[in-house]
């Protein structure tokens, strides 16, 4: 009956937090199609520079505190108070980097006089990270939930406002996040009733000492994640001009879409991770979650493939459809990010960010010198490839390291042939021009897909409703003996 708990907990867990998020992820999604009508391939490609250069500084900022926010806020030996203020104070003497970091920003071309924009976005972000961090590890999904649905409604209405009517182009686009997320932590700060848990008497040097021990290992890994993640799209501006990193920019929301929806589930399982790592029978419930996991990452990226002209037609606007070329490849790349970042949460659990650090050090290496390699020669193809070779270089490493803090069968098997399927369906739909009846032979290829990946789903539903059947029968066996 424990287990049934556990995953029924983990379950409702991704329930909640999905009915708060996914609904809402899928309209910002929808906005794709704004983007690319009033703003041009130029213009795109700079928005989206400007973002990724805030996320690249959040982390040096922030000292990559949010993480260890939540990791220690979960652990018993630590008062929240403590750590909570100690997250604060650290954001705060992080955020005075930004006085040598502006000018550096000035010296960059695409930057001078947008400077600023970097900065609110960052610090609106960090704000908005250490809030929601704390309060995931406080258990309070429902919050977090909420809090997400009203992030996600600012920045569809903000987008709106400062897109159409006021016509502020890529200013409008990033200060739509930046000031949604400043409006989400103070919503946090007023239900969650955060300034409780404020306290700069309660700050203690060796708490911040142990969550900086833990969270210093986090800047490089979350730089080599930006560089593994974003350079590509810099070194496509670079070599190919904005035009070109416009279109790849764009094709990059579709496979993206994985990210979010799994994003979701990985949020509530790092809580569980915790919970349960020193469970008897942990390895098992790794084992189930992780198999059922990669089981959906599959389907996801299966119909996604299969279906890329389609949904590139329907969401980018005329000028944007020679994008879906790059979906296919970005896909697959997407697949092994999501089980790079379900492995994550065992470095999570166990605070081994040194291995954060090292293999996300390999994908960023495996990423720049590829890039460096293949883009000249076949253009933003190159960088999605070269995307796709990183986070398989990553996954193996985390596979093995794995294997020495959790041992757990993970069925590489399956996950090899999935692999292969799912790439197979990539290879024809980007040579369908010269395979007749492509279509028949993509339909089959995501049909095996499909089946090659229902077992573990449906050893979870059985694992979740099980319980109930079994509680049912006790309980009228229970009721026998009183009627």
């Not at 924009?117 to 960052?122: E, S, T």
């Not at 810099?234 to 790849?248: H, Q």
């Not at 996801?300 to 979906?327: C, D, L, Q, R």
């Amino acid at each position: 009956m424990a287990g049934d708990k556990r995953y029924k907990k983990l379950m409702g867990n991704t329930a909640i937090i999905g009915l708060g998020q996914l609904g809402s992820k899928v309209l910002v999604y929808l906005l794709v199609r704004l983007y690319t009508e009033v703003m041009s391939q130029a213009e795109y490609s700079i928005a989206t520079n400007i973002t990724e250069t805030a996320t690249l500084l959040i982390p040096l900022l922030s000292l990559g505190i949010g993480e260890a926010v939540f990791r220690f806020a979960m652990d018993r030996s630590y008062n929240k108070k403590d750590v909570f203020s100690g997250g604060f104070v650290t954001a705060a003497m992080g955020a005075l980097l930004l006085i040598a970091v502006i000018p550096i920003l000035c010296a960059i071309p695409y930057m001078q006089g947008r400077e600023w924009l970097v900065v609110v976005y960052a610090l609106s972000s960090i704000l908005h990270t250490i809030c929601s961090q704390f309060i995931r590890a406080e258990g309070k999904f429902k919050l977090y939930a909420v809090q997400g649905i009203l992030n996600t409604a600012l920045v569809i209405t903000f987008n709106i406002i400062f897109l159409i009517p006021l016509q502020m182009s890529f200013i409008g686009y990033v200060l739509s996040v930046a000031v949604a997320d400043f409006f989400a932590t103070v919503f946090m700060v007023i239900v969650g009733k955060l300034w409780r848990h404020f306290d700069l008497k309660a700050v203690q040097k060796s708490t911040i000492m142990d969550m900086l021990k833990y969270s210093i290992p986090m800047i490089p890994a979350n730089i080599f994640w930006w560089i593994t993640n974003v350079s590509d799209r810099f070194m496509v501006t670079w070599m190919c001009g904005d035009a070109v990193n416009g279109l790849y920019s764009a094709s990059y929301k579709i496979p993206t879409l994985m990210m979010t929806i799994s994003g979701i589930f990985v949020t509530a399982w790092r809580n569980s991770a915790v919970d349960e790592r020193e469970s008897k029978d942990s390895a098992a419930f790794y084992e189930k979650v992780f198999g059922a996991f990669t089981s959906v990452v599959f389907l996801m990226a299966g119909a996604i493939i299969a279906f890329a002209k389609v949904i590139t037609v329907i969401m980018f606007a005329p000028e944007y459809h020679e994008a879906w070329m790059n979906i296919p490849v970005l896909t697959l790349a997407m697949v092994f990010f999501n089980l790079v970042s379900f492995l994550g949460s065992l470095y999570v659990a166990e605070k081994k960010s040194m291995y954060s650090f090292l293999t996300s050090m390999a994908g960023a290496v495996v990423n720049v010198v590829l890039n460096l390699l293949l883009i000249p020669i076949i253009g933003a193809m190159g960088a999605a490839l070269a995307t796709f070779a990183s986070y398989v270089v990553a996954f193996a490493l985390r596979a093995w390291t794995a294997k020495k803090l959790k041992p757990f069968p993970m069925h590489m098997g399956r996950h090899l042939l999935s692999s292969l399927l799912v790439t197979a369906q990539a290879v024809v739909i980007l040579l369908s021009s010269s395979i007749p009846g492509w279509i028949i032979v993509e339909g089959a290829l995501l049909i095996a897909v499909v089946a090659l990946n229902c077992k573990p789903l449906l050893q979870m539903a059985m694992l979740i409703l099980g319980g109930r059947r079994k509680r049912s029968a006790s309980s009228v066996e229970e009721q026998k003996p009183q009627e």
